[in-house]
């Protein structure tokens, strides 16, 4: 049987709470859960909120709040978003394969976007496909 560690964070300099087993029971919208190292192919792929067709997400960890999250996107070929999107988090994306296009840019495997809130940015489009990786946050001022 595995056990698996979780540490749940509230916020920058807030309480955390230490235990294992599965993921605790959400008092907040912007809590996510922290895991020890695990394989995250056992977890559900979904569809992607806000995108079209063939646009889906395995959360890794939050997802209450879109802007409170950990996840991969994987954009099946020739899916995408038209719309250009700003919203109120942080947004960091790391390209594990395939060709990301954003904003009529492709970029590959590899590349990274660290966006900060306010920054319009799009649309999405992945012509043959491709694996991001995304951290999103909020930072209390």
């Known amino acids: 049987m595995l056990t698996r560690r979780v540490l749940i964070a509230r916020g920058f300099g807030s309480s955390l709470?230490?235990?294992?087993?599965?993921?605790?029971?959400?008092?907040?919208?912007?809590?996510?859960?922290?895991?020890?190292?695990?394989?995250?192919?056992?977890?559900?792929?979904?569809?992607?909120?806000?995108?079209?067709?063939?646009?889906?997400?395995?959360?890794?960890?939050?997802?209450?709040?879109?802007?409170?999250?950990?996840?991969?996107?994987?954009?099946?070929?020739?899916?995408?978003?038209?719309?250009?999107?700003?919203?109120?988090?942080?947004?960091?994306?790391y390209i594990v394969s395939g060709t990301f296009e954003s904003g009529g840019r492709a970029y590959a495997a590899g590349c990274v976007a660290v966006r900060p809130p306010g920054v319009p940015h799009g649309p999405f489009h992945s012509t043959r496909g491709c694996l991001n990786f995304e951290v999103r946050y909020r930072v209390s001022q």
Do not use: C, N
């Open 17 to 93: 709470v230490l235990g294992s087993g599965g993921a605790y029971p959400e008092e907040s919208p912007s809590t996510k859960e922290g895991h020890e190292l695990f394989d995250p192919r056992d977890l559900p792929w979904h569809p992607a909120p806000g995108h079209g067709p063939g646009v889906w997400e395995r959360i890794v960890s939050g997802g209450r709040d879109e802007g409170v999250t950990t996840r991969f996107l994987r954009f099946d070929p020739g899916s995408g978003r038209d719309e250009v999107v700003t919203h109120d988090f942080w947004e960091e994306i």
